[in-house]
């Protein structure tokens, strides 16, 4: 059983700099993707960004193309995500997801939504002041 768990979330003034880290352990993640979601109050789970596991692919939402990295650690299991130039619209609770995927070229554009990933973590505060 896949286990993620969160950490780094905080408080940070617009146009700083916040990194989270997902912790990834219960299975061999060499045929995963990997990906980080966030939740804003009132409003629908989207997608961030996703990386394969195995060769480094990345893909991003629109909104944060340009401010945030999604990165992993093979050897420690664990994925980042480096948030810079943060805004107050990035306030939400983010969350980290795996799902193991035959391609992760060929899986895209899937991942873009919630319901194609099928392990979560609890998620990770990010509130950004103006």
């Known amino acids: 059983q896949v286990q993620l768990v969160e950490s780094g979330g905080g408080l940070v003034q617009a146009g700083g700099s916040l990194s989270l880290s997902c912790a990834a352990s219960g299975r061999t993640f060499s045929s995963y993707a990997m990906g980080w979601f966030r939740q804003a109050p009132g409003k629908e789970r989207e997608f961030v960004a996703a990386?394969?596991?195995?060769?480094?692919?990345?893909h991003y939402a629109d909104s944060v193309k340009g401010r945030f990295t999604i990165s992993r650690d093979t050897v420690k299991n664990t994925v980042y995500l480096q948030m810079n130039s943060l805004k107050p619209e990035d306030t939400a609770v983010y969350y980290c997801a795996a799902q193991r995927v035959l391609s992760f070229r060929s899986w895209y554009p899937g991942g873009q939504s919630q319901g194609d990933w099928s392990s979560w973590g609890q998620g990770t505060q990010v509130t950004v002041s103006s």
């Open positions: 990386i394969s596991w195995n060769v480094g692919n990345t």
